[in-house]
């Protein structure tokens, strides 16, 4: 299985930012696209943003659009995502995989916790 291994969360205040990592272990990432999601308590997983292989293409989920910009360091094989303007309805716990769409996902590693409250 692909393990990827998400860093980079904590209790930040509304309008705060973080720098969330998700590292690779075991394999190269470059051959594939990196897709971050998050699940809040009571909600479904969902996509949050996704980066092409060679970072050439990006996406993002409408909520978050304009506050966050995902990339990716091949030669760390590492794919960031800078959170900026956090709000409190973005708290959820993170998670990254290789892929674009999280019902193709094998394996969920242990996410990264993002609290965002005064």
């Known amino acids: 299985q692909l393990q990827l291994v998400e860093s980079g969360g904590g209790l930040v205040q509304p309008g705060g930012s973080l720098r969330l990592s998700c590292a690779a272990s075991g394999f190269t990432l470059d051959s594939y696209a990196v897709g971050w999601f998050r699940q809040a308590p009571g909600q479904e997983r969902e996509g949050v943003s996704c980066?092409?292989?060679?970072?050439?293409?990006?996406n993002y989920a409408d909520s978050v659009q304009g506050r966050y910009t995902i990339s990716r360091d091949n030669a760390k094989n590492t794919v960031y995502l800078q959170m900026n303007g956090l709000k409190p309805e973005d708290t959820a716990v993170y998670y990254c995989?290789?892929?674009?769409?999280?019902?193709?996902?094998?394996?969920w590693g242990q996410g990264t916790q993002v609290t965002v409250s005064s």
């Open positions: 995989a290789p892929h674009c769409d999280g019902d193709f996902v094998d394996y």
């Open positions: 980066i092409s292989s060679n970072g050439g293409s990006t």
